[in-house]
């Protein structure tokens, strides 16, 4: 499997300059020609979920576009749609920017989750929200998942497919995740829940979550994780702490072939349609991958 870091550091100096220049081109060149392409169709069945999703100011069209290309591809749309503000934008910047959506919609502030942890006396992840973004989003996914069956998705995905149909059935408690490219955690709390065992596991991504359910009733592990992130929260943290729900969970994830995460394709030559798998549900435009985000909201989507 190849190391994200190696790979990056060899390619970055090289390439860095390329892919500004082609993700302000791709993205100019979707948002000023292409939106009126893409054909929604707004009476397909509703699911019984919420798609999530948290984002800065400046993520705004990545937001549109992974939501659109959600309503186009998959099989039920979701009962609602909601958009976190990680605290760069207030709400009615968000309503006015999203009001092209013909879906319920609600506009939230991460304060809204942190206090809702707070209030149950979850005052670790309070904290933890209040000092990183990961803590913002995980606030977030923790506080839907207890009321339904939430679908979770970064703002740098685009969807290809359906993560949920008519016929999935769901326990009470539920949680599946993606594999990443390769083991990207939190040493710090690696370490303090000796949890070396997760290098021999899948490496997961939380780009991508689908969970239902409490997650404190559930899990022996989460209050203790974030109890440190929320004292000195590290790199990967939200990520890490996924990962251990995940191997509590016994490891319920999409295969690459449904959901990639990989970013060997970085060089990849500029003119050239991607080429998925039918299989593919969902890519993940990891780290410097935002011009092909943008190439494919153009090629494919």
């Known amino acids: 499997m190849i190391s994200q870091n190696d790979f990056i550091e060899k390619v970055q100096r090289r390439a860095t300059q390329r892919q500004k220049l ?11 020609f292409y939106t009126k392409k893409i054909k929604i169709n707004y009476q397909k069945p509703k699911g019984n979920f919420v798609f999530l999703t948290i984002c800065n100011r400046k993520s705004f069209p ?13 099989n039920l749309h979701p009962r609602e749609i909601v958009i976190i503000s990680d605290g760069t934008w207030e709400k009615n910047d968000g309503k006015t920017f999203f009001s092209f959506l013909k879906i319920p919609i609600l506009i939230e502030n991460w304060t809204e989750s942190a206090f809702y942890h707070r209030d149950k006396g979850r005052e ?38 359906s ?13 599946k995740l993606s594999i990443d490219n390769s083991h990207n955690y939190d040493t710090g ?5 000796s949890a070396d065992y997760l290098y021999d596991k899948n490496p997961i991504n939380c780009g991508i979550v689908l969970i239902k359910g409490d997650m404190f009733s559930f899990s022996k592990t989460i209050e203790i994780a974030i109890n440190k ?3 000195n929260p590290g790199n990967f943290s939200e990520q890490t702490i996924f990962a ?3 191997s509590e969970f016994g490891e319920l994830v999409w295969t690459k072939n449904e959901i990639n995460a990989e970013i060997d394709d970085v060089l990849s030559p500029v003119l050239r349609k991607s080429n ?7 890519r993940h435009y990891l780290w410097s991958l935002k011009w092909l985000y943008w190439r494919d909201v153009i090629t494919i989507l």
């Open 189 to 193: 709390l690696i370490e303090t829940m």
């Open 276 to 282: 998925y798998s039918n299989a593919l549900i969902a």
């Open 163 to 175: 993560p949920i149909n008519e016929t999935m059935h769901f326990e009470n408690t539920y949680l």
């Open 229 to 231: 992130e929320s004292k």
């Open 22 to 32: 082609l993700s302000i081109l791709f993205k100019v060149t979707g948002n000023l």
């Open 62 to 74: 990545m937001v549109k576009y992974s939501i659109l290309s959600f309503l186009k591809n998959s």
């Open 124 to 161: 670790t992840l309070y904290q933890y929200a209040c000092k990183q973004i990961w803590g913002k989003k995980l606030a977030a996914i923790l506080k839907y998942s207890e009321r339904q069956l939430t679908l979770f998705s970064d703002p740098d995905v685009l969807w290809y497919g």
């Open 244 to 246: 251990l729900l995940s």
